[in-house]
């Protein structure tokens, strides 16, 4: 698994070397030295939609409505920057992210069956809130496009849905359960049962989570959307920036439809190369050069390091902590 990661990281940044080359390095340099401490503007756009995020998480958490949000929403908010952060800098694909998330849920004091049901749900919810911001920016496409467009964008969104509606009816009917059977019959001199009861457990809790969310979950995936929705800004604000202004539905298009092409490139450690690839495919419908649009991806890649660095500090003072602790209970 982790050798796949790599490859696919070296493939993105080969991939990421080669659109540089083809258009020139020093054009898409020059355009980024325009921006020069901008880019921390660009970062503090970001923290609306991680705040935003983190409440879609904590709506999750709260066992009651009645319960004060205060604990719960400064646990999904150093869970949503450290999976972000785990994303963006580590070599673990976009599963990484999630997986962070819970351990971290978990360290904080959630069960474990809670923590991943939690995640799960919410991730769930989160995409389905980016299809239908997706689905926004494919209206927008069609106003600008040729005709032709239409049905492509249309049949992508499509087999899209019934992805994530697969994944939902995997979750009701026992997911995690079947992945462990899957490794059993994939591994079988390996004892699964152990693996089989925690699965079977946090499959309980997801289907809790459905049951007696009720308006929580509508909550969380609004806010998920609204999230989606404000990182608009930061698209608007970067190519201001850049020197080639553009209007609010422009940057709609180009943050709807890039963070489609982010996500359909999930296995590939922090999309490298394909993003910067979906860019310069859609800079030609708003009238970009190519090298303002590479600009925009480096530079949304130098706000994720800014805000992902710390984050990767905090997340091992957090695991040498915890392994501490459990030293100490151990003894």
Known sequence: MRRAALLSLLAGGALLLVLLAWQGMDSVLSALALVGWGVLSITALHLPPLLLDAGAIAVLLRPTSAAPASPYFRSALLARW??????????????GGPV??????????????????????????QTAAQLVFTLVGIAVCCAYASGNVTVPLLSVSGVLLLLLYAFYVAQRRGLFEMLVQGLGRALPRHDWTHWLERARGADLAVQSVYRNSGSRAAWSFALSLVGWAVGVAEVWLALRLLGHPVGWTEALLLESLGQAVRAAAFAIPGALGVQEGGYLLLAHLVGLPPSTALALSLLKRAREIILAVPGIVYLQHAERRWRRIRAQGAG
């Open 82 to 95: 450290l999976g972000e952060s785990v994303n963006s800098l580590m070599p673990a694909g976009q599963i």
């Open 100 to 125: 962070l998330m819970v351990r971290h849920l978990t360290q904080r004091g959630l069960g474990g069956s809670q923590a991943t049901a939690v995640i799960t749900v919410s991730t769930t919810l």
